[in-house]
C-alpha cells in the first residue's frame, strides 16, 4: 500500500503560547499581578503581558486550563507539546506532575482527559503508547530500557497503555531511573531534561489514520554555582545544564528574530524539540519563576525567556496517513496490458502524424522529381484491352519522349480498367491534359489520357 500524508484540516499557524507561574512564597515578594494575564516588577519598573499568568492562588486544576486546547487538537491528529522552563526550586516538577508525588499536574491531568475523551467520542479503533527518555549531559537515555541512544532519530522504548492509570504507571516508572541529586537550593533537583511522550494511532476508516504525538517536557532549572554551590560532578552537571538551556535559547533568538538559520543541531535538547519551537506542533511553555527578591535575577531572565518565545510561530497540521488498497493481480495484469496498448498506439499516431507532415511539405513544393511510367508496365495494362489502343498509346509515348515530355497513361471508361484508372486518379501527378476517343464497336468506347506532368 502506498501513503501520502496529507492535512485533512486547513494548517493552523499560532504563536507559541505562554503561560507564567509564580511559586507561592511569603516574605519580600517583588513579582504583582494586578490583573490577568499582566505581571510587573515595581522594583525595575517592568511590566509583562503573556498569554496566561498564574500566581500562589491558583492551583494545578487552574494552570491545566490552557493545555485543554492542546488535548482536543491532539485527539484531532495534531502534535502538542507543553514544556517547563524555569529556574531550578521554581516547581516545575511540581507543576509537570513529574515529581512522582502529586497526582494532579499537567501530565496526569492531561492523560485522564485524553483517554476520557478518545473512550467516548472515537467511534473508531485507536491504540496509544508512551516512551519516556531525559538528556543528561549530551546524551539521550531510555528511561524504559536504561539505553543510552547514541543518536537521537534512535527509536525508544515504547509501551502500549490502554488507560489513563496504565499510563500514569509508566510515567512513575521512568521517574525512578530519572537522574536527581540534593543542592542547597533544591533537595531533589532535576539534573537532567525528561520527556515524556504519548503517542495517538487512530484508524478513522480503512484508507485513512491518524497518528498524533503530545510531548510533556520537564527541562533542568538553570542554576548558579554561587548559590547551589555544586561541586564535583554536581557542578559539571550544572554547567551541562546552563549549556543546554543556552542552546535552546540561542533558537528561540533565532526563531523570534526571524533569522535565516536556526541552530537546531547544536545540541540533542534542541534536536529534540525541533517540531515543538517553529515546527509542526502545537506548543505552549510554562515558565516558573520564584517572586522572591533573592531570585530577581533569575526570574528576570525567565521572564525575558518567555517574552522571546512568545514570538515564535508554529505550523500545525493534521499527521494523517492515505492508504490507497492494493490492486488485485488480474486486474493489475490488465492494466499493464491497457498500458503497452496505449504506448503502442502513441507511438503509431506519432508515426502518422510524422507523415501526414511530410505529405503536406511535399505537396507544397515543386515537384523536383520526374515520374513516369515504365513502358513495361503500360504494354501489361493496355495489352489486356486491345491490339489497336496499345499500338496509340505506344506511338504516343514514342512521340511525347521525343518531345522530351515524360508521360503518365490511363485508359478510363472501360470495364475492365477501373482499378487502374482509380489509381492512376489518386496520383499526386496526375493531371489530364487530353481526351482521345476511339469508336471500336458499337457497344464499347475507349478513351485515352494523357498525362504530362511536364506541362504543369
Not at 500524508?5 to 503561560?19: G, N, T
Not at 499510563?167 to 537522574?179: C, E, I, V
Amino acid at each position: 500500500m502506498s501513503l501520502v500524508v496529507a492535512p485533512l484540516v486547513p494548517q493552523q499557524s499560532s504563536h507559541v503560547q505562554v503561560a507564567i507561574r509564580l511559586r507561592p512564597h511569603q516574605d519580600d515578594c517583588i513579582l504583582k499581578v494586578p490583573q490577568h494575564p499582566v505581571l510587573v516588577i515595581p522594583e525595575k519598573k517592568k511590566q509583562y503581558t503573556y498569554d496566561h499568568v498564574f500566581d500562589d492562588t491558583n492551583s494545578n486544576e487552574d494552570v491545566f486550563g490552557p493545555i485543554i486546547p492542546l488535548v482536543q487538537s491532539f485527539l484531532l491528529g495534531y502534535n502538542a507539546t507543553v514544556f517547563a522552563y524555569g529556574q531550578t526550586g521554581s516547581g516545575k516538577s511540581y507543576s509537570m506532575g513529574s515529581d512522582g508525588e502529586n497526582d494532579d499536574g499537567i501530565i496526569p491531568l492531561a492523560l485522564n482527559m485524553i483517554f476520557e475523551r478518545a473512550a467516548s467520542q472515537f467511534q473508531h479503533e485507536y491504540s496509544c503508547h508512551v516512551t519516556f527518555c531525559e538528556i543528561y549531559g549530551d546524551d539521550v537515555r531510555d528511561l524504559f530500557s536504561k539505553q543510552l541512544m547514541t543518536k537521537v532519530t534512535d527509536q525508544l522504548t515504547k509501551q502500549k497503555v490502554t488507560s489513563a492509570d496504565k499510563a500514569r504507571h509508566f510515567l512513575q516508572k521512568g521517574l525512578l531511573h530519572r537522574t536527581t541529586a540534593k543542592t542547597k537550593m533544591n533537595s531533589t533537583s532535576s539534573r537532567s531534561h525528561a520527556i515524556f511522550t504519548l503517542e495517538l494511532h487512530q484508524i478513522v476508516s480503512p484508507t485513512q489514520k491518524l497518528t498524533s504525538k503530545f510531548h510533556f517536557v520537564d527541562l533542568a532549572g538553570s542554576e548558579r554555582p554561587k548559590k547551589t554551590l555544586a561541586e564535583g560532578l554536581r557542578f559539571k552537571e550544572g554547567i551541562n545544564i546552563n549549556k543546554g538551556l543556552l542552546a535552546l535559547g540561542n533558537v528561540m533568538n533565532a526563531l523570534s528574530e526571524k533569522k535565516p538559520y536556526v541552530p537546531y543541531r547544536s545540541s540533542k535538547l534542541t534536536r529534540m524539540l525541533q517540531d515543538a519551537l517553529g515546527g509542526n506542533s502545537q506548543t505552549l511553555m510554562l515558565a516558573c519563576v520564584s517572586p522572591a527578591k533573592a531570585n530577581l535575577n533569575e526570574s528576570l531572565n525567565s521572564l525575558e525567556y518567555a517574552q522571546r518565545t512568545r514570538k515564535i510561530c508554529n505550523n500545525a497540521l493534521v499527521n494523517a496517513q492515505i492508504e490507497r488498497p492494493s490492486i488485485p493481480p488480474l486486474i493489475q495484469s490488465e492494466l499493464e496490458k491497457l498500458r503497452a496498448e496505449i504506448a503502442r498506439l502513441m507511438v503509431e499516431n506519432k508515426n502518422l502524424q510524422d507523415c501526414v507532415a511530410n505529405l503536406t511539405v511535399y505537396r507544397n513544393q515543386k515537384p523536383t522529381q520526374e515520374y513516369i511510367w515504365q513502358s513495361e508496365e503500360v504494354r501489361s495494362i493496355v495489352q489486356a484491352t486491345s491490339t489497336l489502343l496499345y499500338d496509340i498509346v505506344l506511338q504516343g509515348t514514342i512521340y511525347l519522349e521525343r518531345l522530351g515530355v515524360h508521360a503518365c497513361i490511363t485508359v478510363t471508361r472501360h470495364p475492365r480498367t477501373k482499378k487502374f484508372r482509380q489509381a492512376m486518379q489518386a496520383h499526386p501527378m496526375g493531371v489530364f491534359v487530353a481526351n482521345l476517343g476511339f469508336v471500336l464497336s458499337c457497344s464499347f468506347i475507349y478513351c485515352v489520357d494523357i498525362v504530362c506532368p511536364n506541362l504543369l
